[in-house]
């Protein structure tokens, strides 16, 4: 089992910025990638960013050049630095972890308002 803990979401203004953070716990020695997925209002869940054990990272069409995805090994922390931000960028952001037995886990979600 993997626990994960996000936090960092608010309100920020449009162009502003904000770093979210996922703490994982339990069995971490499992997980093979970690990463960012986002829900709108009336829109289905989708595919933020992640970033792979090995340092790989991967990033949607529409946060590249302005989000960034890091870790922190020795807290077993994941960070999205989103700068730049958008209106459309407005969502619950959930923490994703994926294990080598290709089980699927998940944050609780924090909420990413952008308005002026």
């Known amino acids: 089992q993997v626990q994960l803990v996000e936090s960092g979401g608010g309100l920020v203004q449009p162009g502003g910025s904000l770093r979210l953070s996922c703490a994982a716990s339990?069995?971490?020695?499992?997980?093979?990638?970690m990463g960012w997925y986002r829900q709108a209002p009336g829109k289905q869940r989708e595919f933020v960013a992640h970033?792979?054990?090995?340092?790989?990272?991967n990033y949607a069409d529409s946060v590249k050049g302005r989000f960034t995805i890091s870790r922190d090994n020795a807290k077993n922390t994941v960070y999205l630095q989103m700068n730049s931000l958008k209106p459309e960028d407005a969502a619950v952001y959930y923490c994703?972890?994926?294990?080598?037995?290709?089980?699927?886990?998940w944050g609780q979600g924090t909420q990413v308002t952008v308005s002026s």
């Open positions: 970033i792979t054990s090995g340092g790989s990272t």
């Open positions: 339990g069995n971490i020695f499992s997980i093979y990638a």
């Open positions: 994703h972890a994926l294990t080598t037995r290709v089980d699927n886990y």
